[in-house]
């Protein structure tokens, strides 16, 4: 192996681990996100269609027609524990 190969070979393995750095970053800000929002649960899109057993589309209906409050959190919705509550006593 000559020098050049070895150095894009360095250079490579900073780039996946520059890269790897950053998607753990982003995972740990998304669970601390997740656990808790003045003091209460979030759940993600993924989480309530679950819960309520709707699709996405219906959920985006929902938000659409100001029926559920989200909140926006480095451009992924959420939305708190005691809110969804709140919706299903009002409408369900």
Do not use: P, W
């Not at 998304?30 to 996405?56: A, F, Q």
Request: proline fraction near 0%; charge should be positive; charged fraction near 40%.
């Amino acid at each position: 192996m000559n020098y050049f190969e070895l150095n894009e070979d360095k250079n490579v393995f900073r780039q996946i681990m520059e890269k790897l750095d950053s998607i753990d970053g982003k995972l740990d800000r998304m669970s601390k996100v997740k656990e808790v929002m003045d003091g209460d649960t979030l759940l993600d899109n993924h989480d309530l269609c679950m819960l309520l057993g709707v699709t996405k589309r219906t959920l985006q209906r929902y938000k659409q027609l100001k029926k559920i409050t989200y909140y926006k959190i480095d451009g992924k919705t959420y939305y708190k524990a005691s809110e969804v509550k709140e919706f299903l006593k009002r409408y369900r």
